[in-house]
Nanobody, 118 residues
Framework: QVQLVESGGGLVQPGGSLRLSCAASGSFSDLTMAWYRQAPGSQRELVASISSGGITNYPDSVKGRFTISRDNVKNTMYLRMNSLKPEDTAVYYC?????????????WGQGTQVTVSL
């Protein structure tokens, strides 16, 4: 079992920066980690992912502005968000996925609100 707790959300002006953190309990280093976001009335979408080996992936909407990283000693994942835009406003969710024996499992955090506005 893995529990995920996000922090670092808040209100920021357009062009500003935020860093989100996701603290994980339990086994972490073998898991693929990701950040998703969901705006009101929209589907949840992938923001960034990082494999257990450190390979990262971003959609075009955030590429060059967001950076995902992980610290396997601290069992923590981060999302650095720069040049924030109003359309980045959403609830951001931490996600972890991996195999536990013969079972593939997916875990979610409770989400943290990011609001980009004047």
């Amino acid at each position: 079992q893995v529990q995920l707790v996000e922090s670092g959300g808040g209100l920021v002006q357009p062009g500003g920066s935020l860093r989100l953190s996701c603290a994980a309990s339990g086994s972490f280093s073998d898991l693929t980690m990701a950040w998703y976001r969901q705006a009101p009335g929209s589907q949840r979408e992938l923001v960034a992912s990082i494999s257990s080996g450190g390979i990262t992936n971003y959609p075009d909407s955030v590429k060059g502005r967001f950076t995902i990283s992980r610290d396997n000693v601290k069992n923590t994942m981060y999302l650095r968000m720069n040049s924030l835009k109003p359309e980045d406003t959403a609830v951001y969710y931490c996600n972890a996925a991996g195999s536990f024996g013969a079972t593939y499992r997916i875990f979610w955090g409770q989400g943290t609100q990011v609001t980009v506005s004047l």
